[in-house]
């Protein structure tokens, strides 16, 4: 947010405060705006009461434990891979062992 805004004075009919904060809001900023406007109003008290009860560090606390999550579930896919091509190839040299051995 641009920090002191020139008030606009085309829109007389809004009180000052929302003035300013329009003025102030800067072009990047306009989806977040737009998607906080969108919200219904459950949405809107539940991110309230996420950005009122958690820190940055939180978040990134979570991002991280996240991502954590996410490399653990590819290593698994790939565990889950590996030990099925080991557990065939057992197989298939047990079943070459037997039909060598009869």
Known sequence: MIPNPD??????DLPEETRRFLASVRPEELPNLEL??????DERK??????KNFS???????NESLENLRTMKRAGKFAFWLFG??????AAAVYVKGWIWR
């Open 7 to 12: 008030i606009p004075q085309r829109m007389p």
């Open 36 to 41: 906080w406007v969108t919200m219904r109003e």
């Open 46 to 51: 539940a991110m309230e009461y996420i950005v």
């Open 56 to 62: 940055k560090e939180d978040f990134e606390i979570i």
């Open 85 to 90: 091509f080991i557990g065939a190839g057992a």
